[in-house]
Nanobody
Framework: QVQLVESGGGLVPAGGSLRLSCAASVRTFSNYHMAWFRQAPGKEREFVAG????????TYADSVKGRFTISRDNAKNTVYLQMNSLKPEDTAVYYCNGARFIYSDPKRYDYWGQGTQVTVSS
């Protein structure tokens, strides 16, 4: 069973930055495309960003383009999300996940970590 541990969340003012990390315990991390999702209170979980196995292909939700950057370190089994110019509407619990494809539908993933809370104050 895959274990995903997200970290790096916190409380920041609008315009601030945070860097999230997600450590995955899988046999071959480089076999998985990885993605970040988020879920705000009362809302469904939504796709934020995705990265291919080698890191060569990146995809972003329109709401975060130009502000967030996804990256990965296959030697460390870790995927990152650098978040700049944060807005109050970015407030959510952030989750990562991995699969054989970059699925934007969170229902395509079986296991989830505990997530990390990001709160952006106005």
């Amino acid at each position: 069973q895959v274990q995903l541990v997200e970290s790096g969340g916190g409380l920041v003012p609008a315009g601030g930055s945070l860097r999230l990390s997600c450590a995955a315990s899988v046999r071959t991390f480089s076999n998985y495309h990885m993605a970040w999702f988020r879920q705000a209170p009362g809302k469904e979980r939504e796709f934020v960003a995705g990265i291919s196995r080698s890191g060569g292909t990146l995809t972003y939700a329109d709401s975060v383009k130009g502000r967030f950057t996804i990256s990965r370190d296959n030697a460390k089994n870790t995927v990152y999300l650098q978040m700049n110019s944060l807005k109050p509407e970015d407030t959510a619990v952030y989750y990562c996940n991995g699969a054989r494809f970059i699925y934007s539908d969170p229902k395509r993933y079986d296991y989830w970590g505990q997530g990390t809370q990001v709160t952006v104050s106005s």
